[in-house]
């Protein structure tokens, strides 16, 4: 087992080639327990001749992640994010020009 910039990986040797498999896990406590089952895995197979160099995959690590939530903008919530940032950058003229009611920006978007 080996640390490669914070990551964990398998390095062994088998039949005079040297394989290194990344496991596709950062190097935490609970992590390095699973790819010590891994690495007993991989020895287990080597013994009882099973192991397949084509077929690497078995050893890495899978995890599952929930994906974040999109959060989806409305063109309405883009405008208005927009008319923030420019509320800085503008004269007041220029800004009341831009700033449009939310209603009638809704009504122009539909339109």
């Known amino acids: ?14 039949e005079g080639k040297r394989y290194s498999i990344a496991l596709g ?3 935490t406590k609970a992590n390095f327990k699973l790819a010590q089952a891994k690495a007993d895995e991989l020895r287990v197979d080597i013994v009882f001749k099973r192991f397949d ?5 078995k050893y890495k ?18 405008w208005l994010k927009y008319l923030d940032y420019k509320r800085a950058l503008v ?13 009638c920006l809704h009504l122009m978007i539909l339109s």
Not at 53 to 57: F, G, H, N, V
């Open 1 to 14: 087992m080996k640390d490669d910039r914070g990551r964990l990986r398998l390095r062994f040797s088998f």
């Open 25 to 27: 896990v950062e190097n």
């Open 53 to 57: 160099a084509k077929r690497l995959e």
């Open 61 to 78: 690590l899978i995890t599952t992640f929930a994906p974040k939530q999109a959060h989806t903008l409305t063109l309405t919530d883009i």
């Open 91 to 103: 004269k007041p003229g220029t800004y009341q020009y831009l700033a449009v009611d939310k209603d």
